[in-house]
């Protein structure tokens, strides 16, 4: 079991949401998060000052898939969202040890 | 020593001291009416339009003034900072009732008269529903006292602008009871009361032109916002760290409020319901919308795009400037007024403050008193006795008709209520400082007035 991390930015959830359907992934956590990488932000005025504005809104996706729809699921995200521009974002992989539905106390991949 | 004085003494121990001084003074005074009419000179239409316009006045201060206050705030002090400015809306109201009406339109006595009214008025004694025939001769004369409260309100509630997000409110409490009594009632007094030194319509010595307020309500809550904001110092981080208003919209929807509240400001200071009411509406309304250009424009050029919030900044330094001069200028004049102050506060605000780098967080001062002084001076040059012969038919009125020395006039207003404002204001900050402290601590200025203040937060979105 793996958990993908994925930074992308807010316009492209639908269609990453849709991708990640479409190949068989059902369980999907979204954080309204702020962020940058090589983004530049932009810049205000409030009563003469200027000032940047550097934290841009971003969407964060957390999901949790078995070994084998890993790569899939990477290539419905970098599918969807890839723009081509800076401000695309990133994706992190990570190794779970432990997965349980509390439904029923279900364990490892048939809890996914 | 000092310890002890901060833990004992209390806003509510000076409200009893004030209370018993009062009813003492109200023991000793001698009477001296004013000129009471006969209920037939009530006009029904005069008082429908002056109760309305008494109503408007206050929707200016709540909501108007507290959303427009509010929404320029962090989030984090938008709750402390509407209840300073309903706080006003109770107190001033009970404070105005008790003493400070009497102070202002009361007849004083003896040398005094000029400068302040007596006690004579107070708990609202003497003051009837009939009219007051040297104030308002067709308007019963608790309709006219509760018009001006709502002046007397909106007034201290300004200068919280100037000391946002960092007065106690305990300290705030007491301040204002305190200036409402030693700036407010005497400037008002001065410009509108029976025997002003300054009441251009009942022969004061130095007549100034001031319709509705110019000097009496903006230039001193302005230019004592000023004194306060130095006093107070700035705000931790200031000015390295950016605070932008935490809601545009909601100082948008108050500016609105205000723009439309200023007709019962503005056109009920003709304390009738006929065409000098009209002018003053006509020339409000236009004042604004040039001011509101003006401002727009010169953020244009200047930063390349027009803001919303500049936008009805500008609204509101044209809406201070016309103020005074509402019941006295053309409808052109007004629109002159406007764009003028309009891109004259604009550089206030955006250059004169920090050039100087006083913490004024809510621009209380470069649009209140800048735009307040501005406007009082600018009265003096465009009005017209075609629309308000008020020193007596054919006499000219202003610079531009050929009343030179109005100009001079209007600057002696505008200097007394510098110095009141100035002087008064600092004694006050100086007395409340050394008995109670004025400002939160560091901790509750980080957490935010809301919850260090008045424990409760503005917004709560979490909970489901």
Same mark, same amino acid.
């Given at each position: ?6 930074? &992308? ?15 068989? &992934? ?39 898939v078995p070994d084998e729809m890993v790569e899939k699921a990477i290539q419905a995200i970098i599918t969807a969202a890839r723009t081509g521009r800076i401000g695309d974002g990133k994706i992190f992989v990570s190794k779970i ?16 | ?56 006045? %206050? ?58 009214? /007596? ?31 709502m002046f007397a309100i909106i007034t201290p509630a300004l200068i919280c602008g100037a000391f946002a997000e960092r007065m106690k409110f305990s300290a705030m409490l007491v301040f204002m009871v305190l200036w409402a009594i ?71 929807? /108050? ?5 439309? /509240? ?8 003709? %304390? ?193």
């Amino acid at each position: 079991m793996q958990k993908i991390e994925a930074v &992308i930015q807010p316009s492209k959830l639908d269609a990453v949401k849709d991708a990640l359907v479409e190949v068989g &992934i059902l369980g999907i956590t979204i954080f309204e998060a702020r962020g940058h990488g090589r983004q530049k932000g932009h810049t205000e005025f409030y009563r003469g000052r200027e000032y940047a504005v550097d934290l841009l809104p971003k969407v964060k996706l957390e999901l949790v898939v078995p070994d084998e729809m890993v790569e899939k699921a990477i290539q419905a995200i970098i599918t969807a969202a890839r723009t081509g521009r800076i401000g695309d974002g990133k994706i992190f992989v990570s190794k779970i040890d432990e997965a349980i539905r509390i439904r029923n106390d279900e364990r490892g991949e048939i809890a996914l | 020593m000092r310890c002890m004085a901060k833990k004992y003494l209390s806003g509510s121990k000076v409200a009893q001291w004030a209370l018993g001084l009062g009813l003492l003074a109200l023991a000793a005074g001698h009477a001296r009416a004013q000129t009471t009419g006969p209920a037939s000179a009530i006009s029904n239409g005069d008082n429908a339009w002056m109760l309305v316009s008494a109503a408007l006045v %206050l929707m200016m201060s709540g909501p108007g003034l507290a959303l427009f206050y509010g929404g320029l705030v962090r989030k984090k002090n938008i709750l402390g900072t509407m209840m300073q400015t309903f706080a006003m809306m109770a107190v001033v109201t009970v404070l105005w009732a008790v003493v400070t009406y009497s102070l202002a339109f009361g007849v004083g006595s003896g040398h005094f008269a000029a400068f302040i009214g /007596g006690f004579h008025n107070m708990f609202l004694k003497g003051v009837p529903l009939t009219p007051i025939m040297e104030y308002a001769p067709t308007i019963p004369g608790q309709t006219f006292m509760v018009y001006q409260l709502m002046f007397a309100i909106i007034t201290p509630a300004l200068i919280c602008g100037a000391f946002a997000e960092r007065m106690k409110f305990s300290a705030m409490l007491v301040f204002m009871v305190l200036w409402a009594i030693v700036v407010y009632s005497p400037m008002a007094h001065m410009v509108w009361g029976i025997g002003g030194l300054l009441n251009a319509s009942l022969g004061g010595k130095f007549p100034t032109l001031d319709f509705a307020g110019g000097t009496v309500v903006h230039v001193t809550s302005g230019v004592s916002a000023l004194v306060v904001a130095l006093y107070l110092g700035k705000r931790l981080g200031y000015p390295q760290k950016p605070m932008p208003p935490h809601s545009v919209v909601l100082s948008f929807v /108050g500016a609105c409020l205000l723009w439309v /509240g200023w007709f019962g400001f503005n056109a009920g200071s003709a %304390l009738s319901a006929g065409s000098l009411a009209t002018s003053a509406f006509v020339n409000t309304h236009f004042g604004a919308a040039a001011a509101a250009i003006g401002w727009a424009a010169a953020e244009w050029i200047r930063n390349g795009k027009p803001s919303a919030l500049g936008a009805i900044s500008g609204a509101v330094a044209g809406l201070v400037a016309i103020t005074p001069a509402s019941g006295f200028v053309t409808p052109m004049g007004a629109l002159w007024i406007g764009l003028i102050a309009g891109v004259g506060c604009y550089l206030m605000v955006v250059k004169v403050k920090n050039i100087f780098g006083y913490d004024d967080s809510l621009d209380a001062f470069g649009v209140h008193g800048a735009g307040g002084t501005l406007g009082a001076i600018l009265t003096g040059l465009f009005a017209n006795s075609g629309i308000n012969a008020i020193f007596g038919a054919g006499k000219a009125t202003g610079f531009f008709e050929g009343n030179h020395g109005q100009v001079v006039n209007q600057l002696v207003g505008v200097a007394i209520a510098w110095t009141i404002s100035i002087v008064g204001t600092l004694i006050i900050l100086f007395v409340v400082d050394k008995l109670i402290g004025l400002r939160v601590s560091e901790d509750e200025e980080r957490e935010g007035l809301d919850i260090s203040q008045h424990g409760e937060e503005g917004y709560d979105f979490e909970n489901a």
